[in-house]
């Protein structure tokens, strides 16, 4: 009875959706796929890449897929979906000390939106890393760029020294906006 317990709980935690998700808005931004600034607008660029890892056995690697690995981008109360396809990628070449050393799937994410220019708060959501970062920010009109990095959690008993590392999961995000 324990057991069903628990394994329901973990099952209804994955399939929730987080709260960011439920947009109460849709009239802040519009999605916007040409390459050049709309007159009057801060065309926006969010780009987003990070490595993860769902389970290995052997030598097999699992991505995400129940939940997905998804981003939830919320601006003044609007949500847009990041999605993105992953690519098994090998970085065994590059010394253990560096957070995306080794094998694991490289999401890279990227969206344009077109929304007027001013400030605005800005939250961002990994639900499954259980990571929310929220933010003010402000955008001209023209060409803006939201880029986010990934601040991985601190791996303990496989990594003797105890450095940020990819397959340990996402701790926070650094958000630079220019």
């Known amino acids: 009875m324990i057991a069903a317990v628990i394994i329901g709980g ?3 935690k994955q399939g929730a959706p987080p709260m960011l998700s439920l947009s109460t808005r849709n009239d802040v931004f519009a999605e916007d796929a040409s390459s050049e600034a709309n007159t009057g607008k801060a065309t926006t660029d969010i780009v987003f890449s990070m490595k993860s890892i769902s389970s290995r056995f052997f030598e ?8 997905p690995l998804r981003v939830y981008v919320n601006i003044d109360g609007q949500t847009t979906i990041l999605d993105s396809e992953p690519i098994l990628e090998d970085k065994s070449t590059v010394t253990a000390n560096t957070p995306e050393s080794g094998t694991g799937w490289r999401y890279r994410f990227n969206k344009r939106i077109a929304l007027a220019p001013g400030k605005h708060k800005l939250t961002i ?54």
């Open 10 to 12: 973990c099952a209804a």
């Open 60 to 67: 097999n690697y699992y991505k995400h897929n129940n939940p």
């Open 125 to 178: 959501s990994i639900s499954v890393d259980d990571v929310m970062v929220e933010r003010d920010m402000e955008l001209h009109a023209g060409m803006n760029t939201i880029t986010i990095t990934p601040i991985y959690k601190k791996k303990s008993s496989q990594r003797p020294y105890k450095k940020p590392h990819f397959s340990a999961g996402v701790k926070t995000l650094e958000v630079l906006i220019n």
